[in-house]
């Protein structure tokens, strides 16, 4: 936009994605103003979600660590909880975090209100501030980045302080001695287990067949034999039928073809059966704007809405709910605005559920595949023989590559085991740079590294892996690069 006039931007949210957002439109030069409810940018991933909730999985992970070390010749000791100093501890990453964004904030000269935005036109929002007073922003441009907030089930008494949603769980006001967790999904077992960890009998009620739903069965059955050390009852196939406040608990019914015969007693029920976008007041309709049937506010591919002046990314248009996906959106979003000739097409939007151990994948998952009746070749690479793997004492892992089967192009990866999450990097560049087996298992790994496991992956495709033997008559391939093949 170099010789132009640069546009005055609002952004309607100050998550990872508005504030991404945000900070990028301003390095670029442009007049920004971020509105949030919340005193600093940081939005629920950091005051209400991903940030604290993997600070409290950490800590229950070093006291599973701590008592697990007597496997091989380290005790401890039964370690004690202080509840008090553990939210203490949880808080002050939340504050550091959003105090620091707050001055990001300052030193890009990005206007910051602290309010409720409505939309009262086409270019302009009026902002109900914290001090009580109302603000009225005209923009050239707008981007909404509200993000999405737990759902809740009618059939609850959700006005109870016994029923804990994914926000209210991370308080840690205490430790119930039964809960039930409602979902079977990610934020059901990541916040089971802290609390399992803790001291609470867990009981997960999943009405499906089984745990994290469309997820890879090879890559969910290592959790899921891990998580019977830890959660007491898994009532799989189960719903909930009818839940009742009683003086000392709150009594669930269940039906379904495992479900208990008798109505069974909780201290308290977690609600973690997904998220819903938060659209609620923000006065769409005097922008030209409506959200489809599922209550997603539709976008283009430069997450351009509609009303050609306003954006939306993040939880708000759709799946997956995911961080670093309404981050990248962001981006382009300013980019559009800038007048660059962009879209939000990533070959591969990363995903990690931080259980232990931890689940993440990439690009195509053998589900999808399957579905879709898309070919493919799946190789796994058990972590049984990973030297990295056996002196962690950590050996249940599994990496699996998804491939082409004419080009050997890798289309997913999925790894179960510890610090998945870090390893999906390189898997998530792999897809995005076309690259092949072969590219893979020509690059050097570090040893003894756990990164190792992709490489090896690649190897046994081929059927020569040097720690495991899987006998494979395949024409070695054309050594070609990735970018010859994009």
Request: with cysteine; proline share 6%.
């Amino acid at each position: 936009m170099k010789g132009q006039t640069m546009p005055k931007v609002a952004v309607i949210g100050a998550g990872p994605g508005g504030y991404t957002a945000a900070f990028y439109a301003a390095d670029l030069g442009m007049e920004v103003v971020l509105i949030d409810r919340a005193p600093n940018p940081g939005g629920v991933c950091l005051y209400r979600g991903c940030i604290p909730s993997k600070a409290l999985l950490h800590a229950a992970q070093v006291k599973r660590e701590a008592a697990a070390a007597s496997h091989f010749g380290l005790s401890f000791g039964e370690p004690s909880l202080d509840l008090d100093k553990l939210r203490q501890w949880k808080q002050g990453i939340v504050d550091r975090l959003t105090g620091g964004l707050g001055a990001l904030c300052k030193s890009r000269k990005v206007t910051y209100l602290q309010g409720e935005a409505n939309f009262t036109g086409q270019h302009t929002l009026s902002v109900s501030t914290s001090a009580g007073s109302s603000e009225e922003v005209h923009f050239d441009a707008a981007i909404i980045a509200t993000g999405s907030r737990p759902a809740s089930l009618p059939f609850l008494p959700n006005d109870s302080a016994r029923v804990m949603n994914s926000t209210n769980a991370l308080e840690l006001e205490e430790i119930p001695n039964k809960l039930l967790v409602l979902g079977g999904g990610y934020i059901g077992l990541e916040l089971g287990t802290v609390y399992a960890e803790f001291g609470s009998e867990v009981t997960v009620v999943e009405m499906e067949k089984g745990i994290l739903p469309g997820v890879d069965r090879d890559l969910v059955r290592p959790l899921a034999k891990r998580l019977e050390k830890s959660i007491a009852r898994f009532l799989l196939g189960t719903r909930v039928a009818k839940v009742s406040e009683q003086a000392d608990g709150l009594l669930v019914e269940f039906e379904g073809a495992n479900a208990p015969a008798e109505p069974i007693l909780y201290d308290r029920v977690l609600v973690s059966v997904g998220r819903t976008p938060w659209t609620k007041g923000l006065g769409l309709e005097a922008a030209g704007l409506h959200t489809n049937a599922q209550g997603f506010i539709d976008v283009d591919e430069k997450r351009r809405t509609p009303n050609p002046s306003i954006y939306a990314i993040g939880d708000v248009t759709g799946q997956p709910m995911l961080a670093h996906k309404a981050s990248h959106e962001g981006r382009v979003a300013v980019d559009a605005i800038a007048g660059e000739d962009v879209s939000f097409a990533p070959a591969a939007i990363p995903a990690v559920i931080f259980t232990d151990p931890e689940i993440a994948w990439a690009g195509l998952s053998e589900t999808e595949a399957k579905a879709n009746k898309i070919p493919v070749e799946v190789v796994r690479f058990p972590w049984a023989a990973s030297g990295r793997a056996m002196s962690i004492d950590r050996t249940e892992g599994v990496t699996k590559l998804l491939v082409e089967p004419e080009t050997q192009r890798i289309l997913g990866v999925g790894i179960v085991g510890s610090h998945a999450g870090e390893l999906i990097a390189e898997a998530t560049l792999a897809i995005e740079m076309a690259a092949t087996i072969d590219d893979l298992r020509m690059t050097i790994h570090a040893h003894p590294t756990l990164s190792e496991t992709v490489m090896e992956a690649a190897e046994a495709f081929l059927g020569f892996a040097t720690h495991s033997h899987r006998p494979k008559k395949k024409a070695r391939p054309k050594k070609k690069g990735a970018r010859d093949k994009k």
